[in-house]
């Protein structure tokens, strides 16, 4: 926090000179918290500012969970990506100069602690804004409520114990006051959580964001209420509750930050959470979504059921999936740095096609029987590797005549929807590839050397051959020349959206009362819009393990999938494998992708190591910055660091 009693001068007297764009309202440049609070438009434009320290995750390059652990990699030499954060996933996390250090403001991390002290500023000051309305100051005192809870939430998920800025602190602060000590976990989330039980309880949010067009964003009720139950599915799980891992971390005044007591009740108010959140969008017209269609396309059921899976994300109209769409995050670099090369291309804007999922992402969706591969019992995962050349019926999947592994056969609609991969199909996205009937059509990604889809030169290729098609909106298009910049099709980055939420409800209530049919309706749910039957069906059908859903840790174990496959490459899976403490077993295998630099299918199709990644116990939470420490002796390092 950097001598917290100078940020506190400077939060006072100057910060909002810092943010000019939003405050240019003073005489003579001297910010005042007078002037920004003397004016309906000043407390608006602070209002913006104290939204402009939300992470933007849509901004690849920002996103933690995104780079930070194994679901894409990147060429070596990196080029064209910032490589702070991406280090993360490398194991290259030091204390001396965290990356991603929200603590401080540094790689590519924005100082949380300094959003929070703008909260305070706007609760303590709104009320003296002479003309405004009494609806509107409530309703932006329910946002910045929020904020602050949500603030705060993103440092704990990072650093555990954080300490609580409820109020800031006068400048007539003493040297001790100044000094702060963490707060144990426990305190975090209560405090986390009251402050969302105000927001929620504030009648002047909108139980949903109407206008899209000018309120695109913003908080609503149902953003506090799914938040919140995200908020307390995260206090319940293995990493904050009864971590015995932390048993010595203790403060300098000898107090345990963590409580190493296993606590069963808090799955029951996160369950209780995920079915407030759930009643209250579902009464608001949220729900899983499907393709709305488009009449100047000619698809069939199987494009179609691949398209409602992508447009769960990206479609900007008549989505009633995304809960809440992120404000300051739309995503053109994104989709093009996610988007393959389809054929050859004279444009310099092409797709980048950097973002490159590994092969054990390609592994994690199931078989055509909803089931992982390694336990359907009519998968031939021995042989997953072998060539095998298409035939019509394949068409819709992969290339016609074309060979690639049988990994790419049989598999899910997800599987096609999410990747795109070596002579697999990729419809959309072309400027005349909107006919599944016509000749040439749909096209294919051709990825090996020499062909559009591979590397053409020292970057702009994927490492692994493999590409992340659901993130590329399929309005998005590519002109006959190979240009795709210029035709991006942006949507705001999916916070949190009505699937995720469903499985955070099936995660709750196994973990509350073991396997249950009310745990099964929602995990169906999420897999009948991907097309695939019932977790009862699926595993006593075609699993070698037919029992596994029976048992509480067994559907653990699916539930836990299921998210990782429905979420994937959406900035969760990180997130999800800290808090489950599987994070040091997943993220300690290697990455692998196929020999890129061959031509010829055989020699193509051969695993290349690309990193042995790297996890430790200590990297569950990150480091504070050792700077910090020496400002402040009251603070304690993280444990291992």
């Not at 000749?439 to 591979?454: F, T, W």
């Not at 836990?560 to 599987?582: C, M, P, S, V």
Request: aromatic residues 12%.
């Amino acid at each position: 926090m950097k001598s917290i009693k100078i940020i506190l001068i400077i939060c006072l007297l100057g910060t909002v000179s810092s943010c000019k764009k939003y405050l240019d309202i003073v005489p003579d440049n001297i910010a005042t918290v007078e002037n920004a609070f003397t004016l309906r438009s000043s407390a608006e434009k602070f209002l913006f500012t104290c939204y402009s320290y939300m992470p933007k995750n849509g901004l690849f390059n920002n996103n933690i969970a995104f780079n930070g652990g194994d679901e894409v990699w990147y060429m070596d030499p990196i080029r064209d990506v910032d490589a702070d954060i991406f280090n993360i996933a490398k194991g290259l996390q030091n204390p001396d100069a965290p990356l991603a250090n929200y603590w401080s403001g540094a790689k590519h991390g924005t100082a949380l602690f300094d959003g929070i002290r703008n909260c305070n500023i706007f609760l303590d000051n709104i009320g003296r804004v002479p003309d405004i309305n009494e609806y509107e100051r409530q309703r932006w005192i329910g946002e910045v409520t929020f904020l602050k809870a949500y603030y705060t939430f993103c440092l704990v998920r990072m650093y555990g114990p954080v300490p609580l800025m409820k109020v800031n602190l006068p400048i007539s602060a003493s040297p001790d006051e100044v000094q702060v000590y963490r707060d144990p976990v426990d305190d975090c989330f209560d405090y986390i959580r009251q402050l969302l039980n105000d927001a929620a309880a504030n009648q002047f949010l909108p139980d949903r964001i109407i206008n899209e067009t000018s309120e695109l964003g913003r908080i609503s009720r149902a953003i506090v209420l799914a938040f919140k139950a995200k908020v307390l599915v995260t206090a319940a799980s293995p990493l904050f509750n009864g971590n015995t891992d932390y048993t010595n971390f203790v403060d300098n005044k000898g107090r345990r930050l963590f409580n190493t007591t296993y606590v069963p009740a808090k799955w029951d108010s996160a369950a209780t959470a995920c079915k407030t959140a759930i009643d209250f969008c579902q009464a608001n017209g949220y729900a899983l979504s499907k393709f709305a269609g488009n009449t100047a396309w000619r698809i069939n059921d199987t494009i179609k059921l691949q398209l409602d899976i992508r447009t769960a994300l990206t479609a900007k109209v008549n989505n009633t999936e995304v809960i809440w769409p992120a404000l300051n995050s739309h995503t053109p670099d994104m989709q093009r740095y996610c988007m393959a090369d389809l054929a050859a291309f004279t444009s310099t804007s092409n797709p980048k096609s950097i973002i490159a999922p590994p092969l054990k992402m390609v592994e994690l969706f199931y078989s055509k029987n909803g089931v992982p591969v390694t336990e359907d019992k009519t998968y031939d995962y021995a042989n997953k590797y072998a060539l095998r050349t298409a035939g019509t019926a394949d068409r819709f999947y992969v290339k016609n005549g074309e060979k690639t592994v049988a990994l790419h056969y049989d598999r899910e609609p997800r599987f096609y929807a999410d990747l795109g991969f070596d002579r697999g199909v990729w419809f959309g996205n072309w400027y005349n590839n909107y006919d599944v009937n016509v000749a040439g059509g749909p096209l294919y990604v051709m990825g090996r050397k020499g062909e559009p889809g591979a590397r053409q030169g020292i970057s702009n290729f994927s490492i692994t051959s493999y590409y992340i098609k659901k993130l590329v909106s399929i309005e998005s298009t590519t002109g006959s020349d190979g240009n795709f910049a210029s035709n991006i099709v942006q949507f705001a980055w999916p916070e949190m959206r009505m699937a995720d939420l469903y499985l955070l409800y099936a995660e709750a209530l196994n973990e509350k009362g073991g396997p249950s049919p009310d745990v099964y309706l929602w995990i169906n749910q999420v897999r009948a819009r991907a097309g695939l039957n019932t977790v009862e069906s699926s595993w006593t059908n075609f699993s070698s393990n037919p029992t596994k859903f029976q048992s509480k840790d067994g559907l653990r174990e699916i539930i836990q999938r299921e998210r990782n496959i429905e979420l994937a490459f959406e900035g969760q899976r990180y997130w999800d494998l800290r808090r489950w403490k599987t994070a040091h077993i997943v993220l300690n295998n290697p990455i692998k992708g196929w020999d890129i630099t061959q031509a010829d299918a055989p020699s193509f199709y051969k695993e290349v190591l690309l990193y042995n990644q790297r996890f430790a116990l200590r990297d569950y939470l990150w480091p504070i910055e050792t700077a910090e420490l020496r400002i402040n002796k009251n603070l304690v390092q993280n444990p291992g660091w």
